[in-house]
Protein backbone atom coordinates (compact mmCIF):
# COMPACT_ATOMS: atom_id res chain seq x y z
CA UNK A 1 0.00 0.00 0.00
CA UNK A 2 2.86 2.34 1.24
CA UNK A 3 4.87 1.77 -2.00
CA UNK A 4 1.90 2.15 -4.25
CA UNK A 5 1.36 5.55 -2.91
CA UNK A 6 4.69 6.94 -3.26
CA UNK A 7 4.80 5.52 -6.83
CA UNK A 8 1.98 8.02 -7.39
CA UNK A 9 3.07 10.52 -5.49
CA UNK A 10 6.56 10.46 -7.75
CA UNK A 11 5.13 10.16 -11.02
CA UNK A 12 6.37 12.95 -13.01
CA UNK A 13 2.83 14.90 -14.06
CA UNK A 14 3.91 16.69 -16.85
CA UNK A 15 6.32 14.11 -18.36
CA UNK A 16 4.45 14.37 -21.39
CA UNK A 17 5.38 18.07 -22.15
CA UNK A 18 8.02 18.73 -25.34
CA UNK A 19 10.65 21.01 -24.70
CA UNK A 20 9.63 24.35 -26.47
CA UNK A 21 11.92 26.16 -29.35
CA UNK A 22 13.42 29.09 -28.24
CA UNK A 23 12.06 32.60 -28.68
CA UNK A 24 14.81 33.82 -31.80
CA UNK A 25 14.95 37.24 -30.66
CA UNK A 26 16.10 36.45 -26.47
CA UNK A 27 18.13 33.57 -28.16
CA UNK A 28 20.11 36.71 -29.94
CA UNK A 29 20.23 38.21 -26.88
CA UNK A 30 21.58 35.01 -24.50
CA UNK A 31 24.28 34.59 -27.60
CA UNK A 32 25.44 38.08 -27.54
CA UNK A 33 25.51 38.27 -23.62
CA UNK A 34 27.81 35.80 -23.20
CA UNK A 35 30.18 36.19 -26.34
CA UNK A 36 33.35 38.57 -25.21
CA UNK A 37 34.62 39.94 -28.41
CA UNK A 38 35.45 43.94 -27.74
CA UNK A 39 33.77 44.90 -30.61
CA UNK A 40 30.27 42.86 -30.53
CA UNK A 41 27.22 44.51 -31.75
CA UNK A 42 23.46 43.45 -30.61
CA UNK A 43 20.90 44.68 -33.30
CA UNK A 44 17.96 42.35 -32.75
CA UNK A 45 16.14 43.90 -29.81
CA UNK A 46 13.40 45.74 -30.73
CA UNK A 47 13.80 49.04 -28.70
CA UNK A 48 15.15 52.56 -28.31
CA UNK A 49 19.11 53.30 -27.59
CA UNK A 50 20.32 56.40 -27.99
CA UNK A 51 23.67 57.18 -29.89
CA UNK A 52 25.59 55.31 -26.71
CA UNK A 53 23.65 52.40 -26.88
CA UNK A 54 21.61 52.89 -23.60
CA UNK A 55 18.41 53.13 -23.04
CA UNK A 56 16.32 56.45 -22.88
CA UNK A 57 13.75 57.97 -20.51
CA UNK A 58 11.69 60.84 -22.01
CA UNK A 59 12.04 64.05 -19.89
CA UNK A 60 7.72 64.31 -20.45
CA UNK A 61 7.22 60.95 -18.42
CA UNK A 62 10.00 62.07 -15.58
CA UNK A 63 8.31 65.20 -15.49
CA UNK A 64 4.89 63.27 -15.40
CA UNK A 65 6.33 60.72 -12.96
CA UNK A 66 6.85 63.74 -10.43
CA UNK A 67 3.37 64.92 -11.06
CA UNK A 68 2.06 61.83 -9.83
CA UNK A 69 4.48 60.62 -7.29
CA UNK A 70 2.44 60.71 -4.16
CA UNK A 71 -0.67 62.11 -5.20
CA UNK A 72 -2.29 58.69 -6.76
CA UNK A 73 -3.79 55.88 -5.41
CA UNK A 74 -3.24 52.23 -6.20
CA UNK A 75 -6.96 51.66 -6.58
CA UNK A 76 -8.11 49.28 -9.20
CA UNK A 77 -9.31 50.93 -12.71
CA UNK A 78 -12.65 49.82 -14.55
CA UNK A 79 -12.69 47.16 -16.56
CA UNK A 80 -12.05 49.15 -19.90
CA UNK A 81 -9.14 51.19 -17.74
CA UNK A 82 -8.17 54.37 -17.04
CA UNK A 83 -10.84 56.76 -18.70
CA UNK A 84 -8.95 59.68 -19.24
CA UNK A 85 -6.21 57.24 -20.82
CA UNK A 86 -8.47 55.96 -23.09
CA UNK A 87 -9.77 59.79 -23.63
CA UNK A 88 -5.80 60.66 -24.75
CA UNK A 89 -5.23 57.56 -26.79
CA UNK A 90 -8.19 58.25 -29.28
CA UNK A 91 -7.53 61.44 -29.58
CA UNK A 92 -3.59 60.59 -30.21
CA UNK A 93 -4.98 58.14 -32.71
CA UNK A 94 -7.93 59.52 -34.57
CA UNK A 95 -6.85 62.96 -34.48
CA UNK A 96 -9.54 65.79 -33.87
CA UNK A 97 -10.72 66.57 -37.27
CA UNK A 98 -14.46 66.59 -38.76
CA UNK A 99 -14.73 63.27 -38.97
CA UNK A 100 -12.74 61.79 -35.83
CA UNK A 101 -15.07 64.08 -33.81
CA UNK A 102 -18.18 62.73 -35.79
CA UNK A 103 -17.19 58.67 -35.05
CA UNK A 104 -16.02 59.34 -31.43
CA UNK A 105 -20.03 58.21 -30.22
CA UNK A 106 -19.33 55.02 -31.75
CA UNK A 107 -15.66 53.86 -30.85
CA UNK A 108 -15.61 51.82 -28.16
CA UNK A 109 -12.15 51.96 -26.52
CA UNK A 110 -10.69 49.50 -24.17
CA UNK A 111 -7.03 49.91 -22.33
CA UNK A 112 -5.23 47.15 -22.71
CA UNK A 113 -2.12 45.30 -21.64
CA UNK A 114 -0.18 46.58 -24.33
CA UNK A 115 -0.03 46.09 -27.91
CA UNK A 116 -0.05 42.69 -27.77
CA UNK A 117 -2.86 42.36 -24.71
CA UNK A 118 -4.55 44.40 -27.02
CA UNK A 119 -4.44 41.82 -30.03
CA UNK A 120 -5.13 39.06 -27.99
CA UNK A 121 -8.25 40.72 -26.60
CA UNK A 122 -9.24 41.98 -30.32
CA UNK A 123 -8.36 38.26 -31.09
CA UNK A 124 -10.66 36.60 -28.96
CA UNK A 125 -13.08 39.16 -29.64
CA UNK A 126 -13.38 38.68 -33.08
CA UNK A 127 -13.56 34.56 -32.79
CA UNK A 128 -16.63 34.73 -30.47
CA UNK A 129 -18.83 37.40 -32.38
CA UNK A 130 -17.28 38.47 -36.37
CA UNK A 131 -19.96 37.21 -38.15
CA UNK A 132 -17.57 36.10 -41.34
CA UNK A 133 -15.14 33.26 -41.38
CA UNK A 134 -12.38 33.19 -38.89
CA UNK A 135 -9.94 33.75 -40.59
CA UNK A 136 -7.68 36.65 -40.78
CA UNK A 137 -5.00 37.39 -43.35
CA UNK A 138 -1.89 39.18 -42.29
CA UNK A 139 1.04 40.24 -44.12
CA UNK A 140 3.89 37.92 -45.34
CA UNK A 141 6.04 38.28 -43.68
CA UNK A 142 4.53 40.28 -40.08
CA UNK A 143 5.81 40.67 -36.88
CA UNK A 144 6.38 36.83 -35.17
CA UNK A 145 3.86 37.43 -32.76
CA UNK A 146 0.63 38.15 -34.84
CA UNK A 147 0.71 34.48 -35.67
CA UNK A 148 0.31 32.94 -32.06
CA UNK A 149 -1.52 35.50 -30.43
CA UNK A 150 -4.39 34.93 -33.22
CA UNK A 151 -4.25 31.00 -33.59
CA UNK A 152 -3.94 30.91 -29.65
CA UNK A 153 -7.10 33.29 -29.92
CA UNK A 154 -8.78 30.54 -32.09
CA UNK A 155 -8.09 32.16 -35.66
CA UNK A 156 -7.33 30.74 -38.38
CA UNK A 157 -4.27 33.19 -39.98
CA UNK A 158 -3.20 33.13 -43.67
CA UNK A 159 -1.17 35.46 -45.74
CA UNK A 160 -1.20 37.99 -48.51
CA UNK A 161 1.82 39.23 -50.27
CA UNK A 162 3.88 42.30 -48.96
CA UNK A 163 7.03 42.20 -49.38
CA UNK A 164 9.20 42.14 -52.46
CA UNK A 165 12.57 40.28 -51.88
CA UNK A 166 13.89 41.81 -55.39
CA UNK A 167 13.31 45.98 -54.79
CA UNK A 168 13.53 45.14 -51.02
CA UNK A 169 10.03 46.92 -51.18
CA UNK A 170 6.72 46.84 -51.32
CA UNK A 171 4.63 44.34 -53.76
CA UNK A 172 1.50 46.21 -54.41
CA UNK A 173 0.59 44.52 -57.32
CA UNK A 174 0.99 41.44 -55.67
CA UNK A 175 -0.74 42.82 -52.62
CA UNK A 176 -3.96 44.24 -54.28
CA UNK A 177 -4.16 41.16 -55.96
CA UNK A 178 -4.42 38.90 -52.60
CA UNK A 179 -6.68 41.28 -51.09
CA UNK A 180 -9.21 40.86 -54.27
CA UNK A 181 -9.31 37.17 -54.29
CA UNK A 182 -9.36 37.08 -50.67
CA UNK A 183 -13.54 35.94 -49.91
CA UNK A 184 -15.64 38.70 -49.58
CA UNK A 185 -16.18 39.82 -45.98
CA UNK A 186 -12.30 38.63 -44.52
CA UNK A 187 -10.56 40.41 -41.70
CA UNK A 188 -7.12 41.81 -43.44
CA UNK A 189 -4.62 43.16 -40.83
CA UNK A 190 -2.59 45.92 -42.12
CA UNK A 191 0.76 47.76 -40.06
CA UNK A 192 -0.29 51.21 -39.69
CA UNK A 193 2.96 52.12 -40.45
CA UNK A 194 6.84 51.22 -39.44
CA UNK A 195 5.86 47.80 -41.20
CA UNK A 196 7.96 45.31 -38.59
CA UNK A 197 9.85 43.32 -39.65
CA UNK A 198 10.54 45.18 -43.28
CA UNK A 199 10.44 48.98 -42.65
CA UNK A 200 8.32 48.98 -46.27
CA UNK A 201 5.30 50.82 -45.73
CA UNK A 202 2.50 52.00 -48.35
CA UNK A 203 2.94 55.84 -49.22
CA UNK A 204 -0.13 57.92 -49.20
CA UNK A 205 -1.52 57.30 -52.51
CA UNK A 206 -0.62 53.50 -51.98
CA UNK A 207 -2.64 53.62 -49.28
CA UNK A 208 -5.62 55.18 -50.99
CA UNK A 209 -5.54 52.22 -53.31
CA UNK A 210 -5.44 49.67 -50.97
CA UNK A 211 -8.21 51.50 -49.24
CA UNK A 212 -10.60 51.25 -52.32
CA UNK A 213 -9.73 47.30 -52.83
CA UNK A 214 -10.79 46.71 -49.00
CA UNK A 215 -14.08 49.06 -49.26
CA UNK A 216 -14.81 46.71 -52.93
CA UNK A 217 -14.70 43.06 -51.27
CA UNK A 218 -16.32 44.50 -47.97
CA UNK A 219 -13.53 43.95 -46.12
CA UNK A 220 -13.02 44.38 -42.76
CA UNK A 221 -9.52 46.46 -41.80
CA UNK A 222 -7.36 45.37 -38.27
CA UNK A 223 -4.93 48.47 -37.85
CA UNK A 224 -1.92 47.58 -35.39
CA UNK A 225 -0.32 50.64 -34.36
CA UNK A 226 2.63 50.13 -32.62
CA UNK A 227 4.49 53.21 -33.52
CA UNK A 228 2.82 56.11 -33.79
CA UNK A 229 5.02 59.34 -34.03
CA UNK A 230 8.36 56.91 -33.99
CA UNK A 231 8.02 55.98 -37.59
CA UNK A 232 8.37 59.58 -38.98
CA UNK A 233 8.79 61.72 -36.15
CA UNK A 234 5.07 63.40 -36.77
CA UNK A 235 2.42 61.50 -35.11
CA UNK A 236 -0.19 62.87 -37.59
CA UNK A 237 1.70 61.61 -40.99
CA UNK A 238 1.97 58.13 -39.22
CA UNK A 239 -1.73 58.06 -38.12
CA UNK A 240 -2.52 58.61 -41.88
CA UNK A 241 -3.79 54.88 -43.27
CA UNK A 242 -5.81 55.08 -40.02
CA UNK A 243 -7.58 58.66 -40.29
CA UNK A 244 -7.85 58.10 -44.00
CA UNK A 245 -9.92 54.99 -43.51
CA UNK A 246 -12.05 56.33 -41.01
CA UNK A 247 -12.80 59.04 -43.21
CA UNK A 248 -14.07 57.05 -46.03
CA UNK A 249 -16.86 55.31 -43.11
CA UNK A 250 -14.93 51.65 -42.86
CA UNK A 251 -15.69 49.88 -39.68
CA UNK A 252 -12.94 48.80 -38.26
CA UNK A 253 -10.74 47.87 -35.43
CA UNK A 254 -7.44 49.16 -34.31
CA UNK A 255 -4.47 48.30 -31.69
CA UNK A 256 -2.22 50.74 -30.10
CA UNK A 257 0.84 50.50 -28.00
CA UNK A 258 2.88 53.02 -26.02
CA UNK A 259 5.89 50.98 -25.68
CA UNK A 260 7.75 52.74 -28.60
CA UNK A 261 6.24 55.55 -28.95
CA UNK A 262 6.84 57.01 -25.08
CA UNK A 263 9.23 54.17 -23.89
CA UNK A 264 6.66 52.75 -21.89
CA UNK A 265 8.06 49.17 -22.64
CA UNK A 266 7.85 47.98 -19.21
CA UNK A 267 4.74 49.68 -18.39
CA UNK A 268 2.50 47.50 -20.52
CA UNK A 269 0.22 50.33 -21.65
CA UNK A 270 -1.60 49.92 -24.69
CA UNK A 271 -5.48 50.06 -26.18
CA UNK A 272 -7.83 48.50 -28.35
CA UNK A 273 -10.87 50.38 -30.28
CA UNK A 274 -13.62 48.99 -32.12
CA UNK A 275 -15.07 51.51 -34.44
CA UNK A 276 -19.14 50.51 -34.68
CA UNK A 277 -21.77 50.93 -37.27
CA UNK A 278 -23.33 53.64 -34.62
CA UNK A 279 -23.30 54.13 -30.77
CA UNK A 280 -26.26 51.63 -30.00
CA UNK A 281 -23.83 49.08 -31.24
CA UNK A 282 -21.08 50.39 -29.79
CA UNK A 283 -22.79 49.58 -26.26
CA UNK A 284 -22.85 45.80 -27.06
CA UNK A 285 -20.00 45.63 -28.53
CA UNK A 286 -18.59 47.04 -25.07
CA UNK A 287 -20.50 44.93 -22.77
CA UNK A 288 -19.05 41.86 -24.28
CA UNK A 289 -15.59 43.37 -24.40
CA UNK A 290 -15.82 43.64 -20.32
CA UNK A 291 -17.72 39.99 -20.67
CA UNK A 292 -14.50 38.91 -22.25
CA UNK A 293 -11.79 40.62 -20.45
CA UNK A 294 -12.93 40.16 -16.90
CA UNK A 295 -11.94 36.80 -16.92
CA UNK A 296 -8.65 36.90 -18.64
CA UNK A 297 -7.08 40.24 -16.47
CA UNK A 298 -9.69 42.10 -14.56
CA UNK A 299 -8.47 45.21 -15.19
CA UNK A 300 -5.25 46.43 -16.67
CA UNK A 301 -2.44 48.46 -14.67
CA UNK A 302 -2.61 52.40 -13.86
CA UNK A 303 0.49 53.21 -13.31
CA UNK A 304 2.02 53.45 -17.25
CA UNK A 305 -2.17 54.92 -18.23
CA UNK A 306 -1.67 58.06 -15.76
CA UNK A 307 1.50 58.97 -16.88
CA UNK A 308 0.32 58.72 -20.30
CA UNK A 309 -2.89 60.53 -19.45
CA UNK A 310 -0.87 63.53 -17.70
CA UNK A 311 1.72 63.82 -20.67
CA UNK A 312 -1.34 64.35 -23.36
CA UNK A 313 -3.46 66.47 -21.12
CA UNK A 314 -0.75 68.93 -20.59
CA UNK A 315 -0.27 71.20 -23.26
CA UNK A 316 3.65 71.72 -22.82
CA UNK A 317 3.97 68.22 -21.76
CA UNK A 318 2.64 67.23 -25.31
CA UNK A 319 4.67 69.38 -27.00
CA UNK A 320 7.67 68.16 -25.12
CA UNK A 321 6.73 64.59 -26.27
CA UNK A 322 6.14 65.97 -29.98
CA UNK A 323 10.01 66.94 -29.84
CA UNK A 324 11.47 63.96 -27.92
CA UNK A 325 9.61 61.16 -30.12
CA UNK A 326 10.78 63.43 -33.55
CA UNK A 327 14.64 63.48 -31.56
CA UNK A 328 14.14 59.61 -31.61
CA UNK A 329 12.92 59.06 -35.11
CA UNK A 330 15.27 61.61 -36.45
CA UNK A 331 17.87 59.62 -35.09
CA UNK A 332 17.35 56.33 -36.44
CA UNK A 333 16.64 57.99 -40.06
CA UNK A 334 19.84 59.38 -39.79
CA UNK A 335 21.50 56.20 -39.03
CA UNK A 336 19.83 55.02 -42.13
CA UNK A 337 21.44 57.52 -44.24
CA UNK A 338 25.25 56.70 -42.59
CA UNK A 339 25.19 53.03 -42.77
CA UNK A 340 24.10 53.44 -46.87
CA UNK A 341 27.03 56.18 -46.50
CA UNK A 342 29.31 54.02 -44.35
CA UNK A 343 28.33 51.17 -47.40
CA UNK A 344 29.20 53.52 -50.46
CA UNK A 345 32.42 54.80 -49.14
CA UNK A 346 33.25 51.15 -48.53
CA UNK A 347 33.43 50.73 -52.96
CA UNK A 348 30.36 48.41 -52.28
CA UNK A 349 28.53 47.81 -55.66
CA UNK A 350 25.09 47.10 -53.97
CA UNK A 351 22.08 49.01 -54.15
CA UNK A 352 21.51 49.82 -50.48
CA UNK A 353 18.96 52.48 -51.22
CA UNK A 354 16.35 50.49 -49.54
CA UNK A 355 18.03 50.79 -46.20
CA UNK A 356 16.59 54.75 -46.58
CA UNK A 357 13.87 54.33 -47.69
CA UNK A 358 12.33 52.24 -45.38
CA UNK A 359 11.35 53.23 -41.91
CA UNK A 360 10.75 53.28 -38.62
CA UNK A 361 12.41 50.90 -36.04
CA UNK A 362 13.19 48.18 -38.44
CA UNK A 363 15.36 47.34 -41.55
CA UNK A 364 15.11 44.87 -43.94
CA UNK A 365 18.57 44.40 -44.85
CA UNK A 366 18.52 41.81 -47.96
CA UNK A 367 21.24 39.83 -46.01
CA UNK A 368 20.53 36.00 -46.99
CA UNK A 369 20.70 33.74 -44.13
CA UNK A 370 24.59 32.24 -44.86
CA UNK A 371 25.17 35.88 -45.26
CA UNK A 372 23.98 36.58 -41.64
CA UNK A 373 25.64 33.29 -40.41
CA UNK A 374 28.74 35.06 -41.13
CA UNK A 375 28.06 38.58 -39.84
CA UNK A 376 27.33 36.66 -37.00
CA UNK A 377 30.64 34.61 -36.68
CA UNK A 378 33.06 36.68 -38.25
CA UNK A 379 32.20 40.20 -36.98
CA UNK A 380 29.88 39.36 -33.74
CA UNK A 381 27.05 41.11 -35.10
CA UNK A 382 24.09 39.71 -33.70
CA UNK A 383 20.62 39.64 -35.83
CA UNK A 384 17.73 37.22 -36.86
CA UNK A 385 17.89 34.91 -39.81
CA UNK A 386 16.01 36.79 -42.47
CA UNK A 387 18.53 40.13 -42.24
CA UNK A 388 16.47 42.37 -40.26
CA UNK A 389 18.35 44.68 -38.06
CA UNK A 390 17.03 47.25 -35.63
CA UNK A 391 18.54 50.68 -36.49
CA UNK A 392 18.26 51.41 -32.34
CA UNK A 393 21.12 49.47 -32.50
CA UNK A 394 23.10 51.13 -35.05
CA UNK A 395 25.16 54.32 -33.68
CA UNK A 396 27.56 56.36 -34.39
CA UNK A 397 30.12 54.61 -32.68
CA UNK A 398 29.88 51.69 -34.75
CA UNK A 399 27.97 51.71 -37.42
CA UNK A 400 31.39 51.90 -39.52
CA UNK A 401 32.03 48.60 -38.33
CA UNK A 402 28.46 47.23 -38.96
CA UNK A 403 28.73 48.70 -42.20
CA UNK A 404 31.96 46.88 -42.94
CA UNK A 405 30.76 43.29 -41.77
CA UNK A 406 27.85 44.03 -44.98
CA UNK A 407 29.87 45.05 -47.24
CA UNK A 408 32.16 42.38 -46.87
CA UNK A 409 29.60 39.31 -46.61
CA UNK A 410 28.17 40.74 -50.23
CA UNK A 411 31.09 41.10 -52.03
Not at 28 to 52: I, Q
Not at 257 to 270: C, D, P, T, V, W
Not at 302 to 316: M, Q, S
Not at 325 to 337: E, N, S, T, Y
Request: hydrophobic share 40%; proline share 4%.
Amino acid sequence: MFRQSLVRCTRKTFADVAMGPADPILGLTVAYNEDTHPKKVNLGVGAYRDDSGKPFVLSCVREAEKRICGTMDHEYAGITGVPKFVKVAQQLLFGTSEAANAAMPKICSSQTISGTGALRVAGEFLNRFYPGEKVIYVPAPTWGNHIPVFNDSGLEVKTYKYYDAKTCGLDLANMLADIKAMPKGSMVLLHACAHNPTGVDPTQDEWKQIEAAIKEMGHYPFFDSAYQGFASGLPEIDAFAIRYFLEKGHQMMVTQSFAKNIGLYGERIGAMHIVCADAEEKGRVESQLKILIRPMYSNPPIYGARLVATIFEDEKLRANWAEEVKVMADRIIGMRKALTDELKALGSTKDWSHIEKQIGMFCFTGLTKEQVERVKSEFHIYLTGNGRISMAGVTSGNVKYIATAMHEVTK
